[in-house]
């Protein structure tokens, strides 16, 4: 299913977009959104095997993609759609005597230290009137909202990850006042990260999700740098 964004307004026509982790369900639902958006001029999708590369397995990777993209900016939107809730390897923990190290670092590194490091390399090339960093963060590292416990590593990466965008969007705002840095909930997807926890049951397709997100970009402004906002708007608690 193809989902139209309506106009991205707020963006100017023919603004450059960039999806970060484009190879995962909700990367390639951005990309899709923003080819059929028609003010956008242009869209690169970045991941693990695209050119150039960017791994957060291989922290260069981070600086090495920003550098070679750089001609191509500055970028009027940056996407950062990667995230990791499960592997082979592992589920999310339900209890404190499950935590390890392994689980705990692939985790953080996923979901907080690589996304710093697109923070501290991508944020430079933002435009200048209207530019919009968001990453995909989730309700459950709201820690004023967490009621029912468990999932210890990724509560905790998404929790570090929040503080990393409010802390960057105060630095980011004093060089570039236009800027908008966001941590975005994007709901319940349809998604291989989601589809253990009933999300091809109760989630909604990725393209959907997408769009709802983009939506909810085009709306804020700079006095909200820094906020955490879920799909539909809402300013999320701490």
């Known amino acids: 299913m193809q989902e139209r964004v309506s106009a991205l307004r707020s963006f100017p026509d023919g603004f450059r977009a960039l999806v970060l982790g484009a190879s995962g369900a909700l990367g390639a639902a951005f990309v899709q959104c923003l080819q059929a958006e028609p003010r956008c001029g242009?869209?690169?999708g970045l991941h693990r095997r695209s050119d150039p590369a960017m791994d957060f397995d291989?922290?260069?990777?981070?600086?090495?993609?920003?550098?070679?993209?750089?001609?191509?900016?500055?970028?009027?939107?940056?996407?950062?759609?990667?995230?990791?809730?499960?592997?082979?390897?592992f589920m999310?923990?339900?209890?404190?005597?499950?935590?390890?190290?392994?689980?705990?670092?692939?985790?953080?590194?996923?979901?907080?230290?690589g996304p710093a490091l697109v923070l501290a390399h991508f944020s430079p090339l933002l435009a200048r009137e209207r530019g919009v960093l968001a990453?995909?963060?989730?309700?459950?590292?709201?820690?004023?909202?967490?009621?029912?416990?468990?999932w210890y590593s990724y509560r905790a990466s998404k929790a570090a990850l929040n503080m990393f965008v409010k802390t960057a969007a105060i630095e980011v705002q004093r060089s570039q006042p236009q800027a908008v840095l966001?941590?975005?909930?994007?709901?319940t997807v349809d998604s291989p990260l989601s589809r253990p926890f009933r999300g091809a049951e109760i989630g909604r397709p990725a393209v959907v999700a997408a769009s709802e997100m983009l939506r909810v970009l085009d709306a804020l402004t700079p006095a909200e740098t820094g906020g955490f906002f879920s799909y539909q708007g809402e300013r999320l608690p701490w």
């Open 92 to 113: 999310p923990e339900k209890r404190l005597a499950q935590l390890h190290y392994a689980q705990m670092e692939a985790t953080f590194r996923a979901n907080a230290l």
């Open 182 to 187: 966001a941590a975005l909930h994007p709901g």
């Open 42 to 44: 242009s869209v690169r």
């Open 58 to 89: 291989d922290e260069a990777s981070v600086a090495r993609a920003a550098g070679a993209l750089r001609t191509q900016g500055p970028f009027h939107l940056i996407v950062l759609a990667a995230g990791l809730l499960h592997t082979p390897q």
């Open 135 to 150: 990453v995909l963060s989730a309700k459950v590292g709201s820690i004023g909202d967490n009621r029912l416990g468990g």
